[in-house]
Structures are given as structure tokens and as C-alpha cells.
């Protein structure tokens, strides 16, 4: 496989070449008829696929695949890579239906483009939003080559099968190559329904392949938004108000100017949520020029209110509405408070969890060039290129048409660059006013102390049991920031869904005749945004938890105690609650669960969760090490994605999604006082150490369901699990996150 985009190769011989040439590549190569284009219409329905040659002439054909008469496959991928592997993912899927080795697709990342249609990766959904279209435009292409080889011989096209980039003619042996066909496969209508391969045909999909893009990564020839340059581009780094949402109130560049190298001293804007963050940006020949002149920089700074936010009084603000009756869903079942009343057993806690960083390996990297023209280009870490030429326009005061996007790999993001675009714009605005390409890179610091952040939440929940140890009632009020409702005056009354995730019934199919699930809304002055798993991170740490308190109640096993209440649901076959069981039931066996019991100090314990139509299951074991302190020996996950496209992708996502949580549960949160974060670099914010990693044991279920989310579903049983775990060697329940496992 050959990855074109990304690299001065073929179709954009420098970094500079506008998008025009694709497009001129494309009419020439492919709309000449010369080549196989397929795609998806902009006119059409989702699952509608055209070619090239029978578009209308009043709308573009996404072209996601072209065969050339060489017989190149080319594939127009879509969805940008931040190290989830779609460089790989997305071609398998083409491959597998066309027939051919993923050595034989070369890949070309879309940029934007409207004609491409969703070309944003976040919410685990690269692979579950192209599964279907992408087989089915293979799939496609290969009935129609299928159809010409047939034509070419006078032979039924039953008699022929794709194989190897060849149409052989089965009884004479005869062949074709793609490229021959391509031309005469292009007249061909394109099939309504063509027919996919069954799963057990698979020779690519569900099974273990390397990524193209991992030696270019390893030996550093793989250009990610921070690697980007162009002609005459200036450095850029922004001073920032201490404060979030400070507004600049004097500026003195006067030693800034004097040194070496700097250029230029102007405002900056950061359009977040509604709201316009200003900073001073030092523009320089270097970025070393530029650091040097912001150190230089004496700023004055009106803190706008924004100095009277701090951790300690948000959270006492929210516990005081967790005490209180929230907003009910539409899902609420049953009478919960009559539940409570009647109970011979009442179990109540509360769990918090704390704002959290992104913290990607690269931070904030942009390159902007607002032209003469008004016509802007961008070289950015994004993961969303769509999101990103309609924000700039926007905000620009120009069309969508007039933004060229060039993603870039990423270097990690986990929500920070899909959907945002502030950092992007801010370069923008830079490169307007110093009539020159900016590339505008944010410090550690930068990345860390301005957000947004996972929103801190407090989770309160109540159950009853009967007599007889049966769950009765459960409620559980989520308390906490909202991301969809940030810069909006319209939210009295109403829940952001989002804030669910996890919790409502669809996810947690408990066998609890009376549920109660409520919302409270509880505004930070602080920007907030998806992290990795969104609220399903912050949700299952109290949901999951809590179960465990409940278990404890009743005095059963807390995994034959999920069991039993899953069992209670009579769920039916593939449903939901029949998928929790058969991972708890694998995870019990995988992880030893009904062995002898563990030794003294050492405690094992479980939580399972649904988010993006995955289901993850854990089993933690902590035991005492050699100094008596508390640590994570071991995690076994059971993953029910579905069906998948790399077992090796599914394992290494799955892994980071634990390594991700468990730095998240036990390193450091991000706390404000006076307005500030407490935190500024991986000195006072750490990340999991590679002597720290434990074990981690992964077990991918057989499956024939629609594929699920990979990417983040393995994230939040990490913490619940934990915390039970710590509960099973101590006797201690740890509400709070993170957890300091030293002092237990």
C-alpha cells in the first residue's frame, strides 16, 4: 500500500500546489474515460453509489476508488489519521471487495472537499461510517469489471470471479487485468445492490495486518502538522491571559522587538464557544526568535471575572445539585422514589470525577496562509477538515470554497482537534494581518493550561433492595458542564444527551424495575470538550462502581451479580443485554474470576461498559509490591466491537485506551484556583511511565454484528474497575478520581 497524500509525491509535487491539480488530475486521468470511477453522489442517497461517466453534469461524483488503465487502484481516502489507523482500515475495506492485496491501493487523502462528503474522524466512527459504503463501491467495481471481462469474451459473467487484480474466465483460465477493463467497466451501469462477501470469505477483514504508515512514523519521514512548512512562512507563539478569557488591556513589545529574529507583535484571536480569547502573538524568522519574544513580552491583562473560578467551589457548587432532584429523562422507568420509601436497603454515594487535559503527544499545530486574494490555505493537525473549511469561513467572512485544508497526520488528539478549530483560526488571523503564511505551534504549557478540558462531573446515585437482596430502585443524577451547550442561553429545561452516555438503559440493561436517570446542568467558566470516550469516561466510573456498592449490599459476587441481573432481563438473542452477558461470561473465565481466592493485599475487581456500539468488560488485579504500595498488576478486557478490520489496530487502540485511563485514574487532574490551572507541563500533570504499564491481557469476541467503535469503548471500565479492585484488597471505596493509590 502507498500512501500519496501527506508526502511532495505524484499528485501534489509541493506543499503548495493548490487543489486545483487534483482536480485537474481527476478530469483528465478519470473523467476522460479512461479510468473506473466510483463513488458516492452528492446527489444521491448515502447508499446510492454512481461512476464517473454517468454523473450528471450538475454534480461531482465522490470518488472514492478509480482503476486506472495501468490497473492502479487509487483510493480517496477520507478520514484523517491521528494514529487510530485509517491509512490501513480504510483501503482493507475497499481491498476486500475488489479483490486485491492492500499492496496494490494507493491512497490519497481528501481534503475537505463537500463532493467527499463526512471526511471527520472522532466518536469511533471511521470505521463504522464506512464499512458498508466503502465494500459497496468495491464491491461495485468489481461486478462491473466482471461484467466487462464477460462482454470482452462472449461468456456469461457467472463464469468469471476477481481475483488478484485479475477477471479470470474459469473454464479457459482466461484473464484480464484491472486496467484492462477499466475503460469499458466505466460504461457500464453501475449494479443497484451489489453483493457483498459474507464474512466467513474474508481474507483481509478481522484478521492481523501491519499499517502502511507505521515505518514512516518510526523513522520520522511521516509529516504531521507540526512537520509543516512552505515558502516565506513566519513562527508564531501567542501569550496568554493566565486567566482563560482575559482580555488584553496593554501591551508592551518593546524588548520583544529588540529580539533577533522577531518581526512583528499583534493580537490574537481565539474564537471558542461564542466566545473571542485573546492573546499577543510574537511573530518571528524562528520559532526560537518567537519563544524568545513572547518571554519578552510585558502584557497587562484584564481577568474579566475570570480570576473567581476555582476547582474547590465548582465542585461544592455541583454536590449541592447533586442533593437535589435533577431533570428526568425520557427513559425513566418504574416509580424509583416509591422504590426508596418501601426498601428494606437503601445504598447512596456519590462519585467525582476531575477536569482532565488532552494532552496529545503533539500539541497545537497549525500552518495558515490568508492570501492577497482573500483565499485561505491551511496545513493542520485536524480531524476534521469539513469542520475546518466551514469554521474558517465562517469566521472569515468567505465561502467554503475559498479554504483549501491539507490535513496532516496527528499526532494524537482524543476530541481536542476534531470540531474546535480555534488554534487554526487564531493562525488565521495572524497571517491576515502580517500578510505572510504563519505556522503557529503551541507550547506544552499552551496546550495544558488553556483547554478545553474534559469537564469535571459529580455523579450521585442511590439504590434499593428488598428483603431478600433484590435491586429495587436506582437512580443516578449526573451533575456537571455541558460541551453542547457552551455559548448558548436556550438550555433552562433542557438535557444534553451527551452527558448520558452509558448510563441510560440501551447501554445498561440491568434487569431494575425502577430506574431513574437525571440531568443538572452546572456551568463552568472554563471550556470544556470531548475527551476520549466523552462522558461515558466520567459516567461508568460512578455507574460501574456503584453496581459493585450495590453487590456488596446484597452480599453476592459482584460479576455473578451483573450476570444475574442481566439474566433477570431475559434479554433476547444479540440484543444489548445478551452481548453484556457473553463478555462477562468470557471475561470470567479469561480472567480466572472463579479461581482460588487471590492472596492477601491482592484484590481483583470488574466493570463493563457500552459506548459507540462497543462493549468493553475488565477484570483489574492490584496487589502490594516490594514497598507496600498499592499498584495495578494486571487487566484483563473482553472487547465486543463487532465485526473489525485489524485485530492487531482492535489490540493496539484497546491498549492505549487503558494506558489513557489508567493515567487518568491515578496520575493528576487539572485543578484551578484564582482562575488559573495548577498545572502547566508533565511535571505537575503526568502521564502513565512505561514501567508503570501493567500487564494487559486482550481478548477480541468472534462477531457478526455491525463493527462498533474501537478507538475509546475500551476507556471507561478502566476506572470503576479499578476502584473495585481497590475495594477487594482494602476494604476502602475510593469515590474520587484520581485515585492516590500510595496512601491506601
Known sequence: MQIIENFPTLFLPTMSTPIASR?????????TGTALVLGFSEASAHDSIESAAFASANHEITPFVMIDPSGAVTLFNPRPDMGQGTYQSMPALLAEELCISLDNVKIVQTEGEPKHGNQNAGGSSSVRGLWKPLRTVGAAAREMLIAAAAANWSVSASECRAENGRIIHTPSKRSFGYGELAAKAATIPVPKEPKLKDQKDFTILGKPAPRADTPMKVDGTAKFGIDAKVAGML?????RSPTIGGKVTKIDDAKSLKVKGVKHVVKSERPLFGSTLEGVAVVAESYYAAVKGRKALAVTWDTNGFDKFSTDGFYEQMRTLAAKDGIRTESCKGDAAS????????????YETPFVAHAPMEPEA???????????EIWASTQGPVWTKRAVAKQFGTTPDKVTVHPQFLGGSFGRKGGLDDFIMEAVHISKQVKAPVKLVWTREDDITQGPFRPGMVNALTASLDANGAVTGFRHRVVGPSI????RADIAGKIDDWALEGIEPDDSPYAIPNVAIEYAHAPATTPVMWWRSVYASTNMFGHESFIDEIAAAAGKDPLDFRLELLAKANPAPNSTGARFQAVLTMLKEKSGWSSARLPQGKGRGVAVARSFESIAAHAVTVGRGADGKLRVEKVVVVLDCGMHVNTDTVM?????????????????AITFKNGRTEQTNFDTYRVLRINEVPVIEIHV?????APGGVGEPGLPPLAPALANAVFAATGKRLRTLPMNLDAV
Do not use: C, H, W
Open 23 to 31: 482536480r485537474d488530475f481527476l478530469k483528465t486521468s478519470a473523467l
Open 366 to 376: 497549525v500552518v495558515a496562509d490568508y492570501k492577497n486574494d482573500g483565499t485561505i
Open 235 to 239: 513562527y508564531a507563539s501567542i501569550e
Open 701 to 705: 469476541m468472534p462477531s457478526s454484528n
Open 339 to 350: 422504590a426508596f420509601k418501601s426498601a428494606a436497603k437503601t445504598v447512596e454515594a456519590v
Open 652 to 668: 493496539a487502540q484497546t491498549e492505549g485506551n487503558i494506558i489513557m485511563g489508567l493515567a487518568a485514574a491515578t496520575k493528576d
Open 484 to 487: 453542547q451547550f457552551q455559548g
